[in-house]
């Protein structure tokens, strides 16, 4: 019997048929890495937030501090990464698998830091702000499933070797400063924040930072969303 061939114009449609099925596939294949690799981010974040809830059960209360200065300064004792050491004690959760920062082999410009975490705290915990605070202890928090408390650190920039970033400075000009500090779009256009309880979202930045200028009369702020700040927290 004899054995039928594949034409030139058979060929082309098979391998047509191929590039249209891959064109279809990759897509999907694509989302779905990215989406695990969200879903990894979130679980590290959430293994940090129930170690600091471990240490202020061992400490009346209180919660870790920063110690990681955007700029050079560094504060061994403080650091929350050195702090929390003994309570998550896996080094690989204090990084995104999407992370892809270059400052994990090479210093930050002008520093003699490298990255050694993909998260931060915000500064509300750390410091005294606007003669307000710190946040320093969980039960201070009114609405702490409402109040975020890590956030994913920008890639490169100053506050790539920080370990802490600063809500109550954005508002002048919100996204464009946030983004010097965090950021915002990692996971699918979004990025995991961790809120005071433990819990982790996957939230665009508007989600968790806007600001009503229509009815704004500075520096009378009305929010739409201010999820930093413990007193507003929404």
Partial sequence: MRRHAFTLVELLVVIAI???LIS???PSLSAARHQARRTVCASNLRSLALAVHAYAND?????VTAGLAHGGSVNEH???LNTLKKDYNNTLI???PADESPHWETFVPDTEQLRRSSYGVTYYTVQQIGGRGPWNQLSMFPRPAQTIY????AETGTYAASDHVHPENWWPDPERLAREEMTLGRHLKKANYTFV???VEPLSFKETYDIDYENSQFPRIVWRHNKYDPEIAH
């Fill in 150 to 153: 890590m956030v994913e650190l």
């Fill in 94 to 96: 204090a990084r995104c």
């Fill in 197 to 199: 309880d433990t819990h």
């Fill in 78 to 80: 403080a650091t929350w």
């Fill in 18 to 20: 191929i590039a249209l």
């Fill in 59 to 63: 400490h009346r209360d209180r919660l």
């Fill in 24 to 26: 279809i596939l990759l």
